[in-house]
């Protein structure tokens, strides 16, 4: 079913690779707790490295200085046997494999995208520090929305920087941003046109007040005292009325 994604993305064949990476790997080289080898033994079924993309097969220019080392691209897809867990798999195969990682995580039909930003370790220059790890929500390949294919679409290496491989690599990224804030406007086209740091930081504020909406749920259950309930849900009201002037800023 991946191949539709892959399709989308608009490949060139000399990019192809194809190899199991072995979770032995992972083993030997991720300083692993018993739990989290626990939780490669059961939660993958295998790891391939799809594709690379490197000056050699793309025709574009490495970026390396003194923090940032982007030189190839991989393309790994992870098979899983069930959707759990999926953030720590991410950041184990993330901070094992030292280049910068597009993750395509694979379920039955359905398919979950990570991107993770690379620095080099000054501490220890064999090491990257990674953070701002982005994760698509989980996409049903076999039933597509009209957003889900907007944003397949949009995958379409040939559209992406070509200024060099970070610029490129921020381009898949800024891709799977735009996507889930599209999750909360309805309209992935709307959002493409909108500078991305403004995207970025509207839909974390909306997440984070979601949150917040969430919690006081919880504890509106289980107050039992009518004024406080009443507190409690003008709190909700008024927060819930933030986050939607937020998501009119998003879709202005």
Not at 24 to 38: R, T
Not at 55 to 79: Q, R
Not at 152 to 170: A, E, G, M, P, T
Not at 180 to 198: H, M, Q, R
Request: glycine share 2%; charged share 30%; net charge negative.
């Amino acid at each position: 079913m991946t191949h539709k994604l892959y399709e989308k993305m608009n490949i060139p064949i000399g990019c192809e690779v194809g190899n199991t990476i072995f979770k032995k790997l992972f083993y030997e080289n991720g300083n692993m707790s018993s739990s989290d080898k626990e939780l490669f033994t059961n939660h993958i079924d295998k790891i391939v490295w799809k594709y690379s993309f490197k000056e050699e097969n793309l025709n574009i220019k490495a970026y390396k200085t003194d923090e940032l080392d982007y030189e190839e691209i991989a393309v790994i897809e992870v098979s899983l046997n069930n959707d759990k867990k999926y953030n720590r798999i991410a950041e184990i195969i993330q901070n094992t494999i030292p280049y910068p990682l597009i993750l395509i995580f694979v379920m039955g039909d359905k398919i979950l995208l990570n991107t993770a930003s690379k620095r080099i370790n000054k501490v220890d220059v064999s090491k990257n520090t990674v953070e701002d790890y982005i994760y698509s929500s989980w996409i049903n390949l076999s039933s597509l929305n009209d957003n889900e294919e907007k944003f397949l679409q949009s995958l379409n290496i040939r559209d992406f920087s070509f200024i060099n491989i970070y610029k490129f690599y921020c381009s898949f990224a800024d891709k799977v941003k735009i996507f889930n804030a599209s999750a909360i406007t309805g309209n992935f086209d709307n959002l493409k046109s909108k500078d991305i740091e403004e995207v970025e930081t509207l839909n974390a504020e909306i997440e984070s007040l979601n949150n917040e909406i969430e919690k006081l749920k919880i504890e509106l259950k289980k107050e039992q005292h009518f004024n406080k309930r009443l507190d409690i849900n003008v709190k909700i009201k008024n927060i819930e009325s933030k986050k939607d002037n937020l998501i009119e800023k998003l879709k202005a």
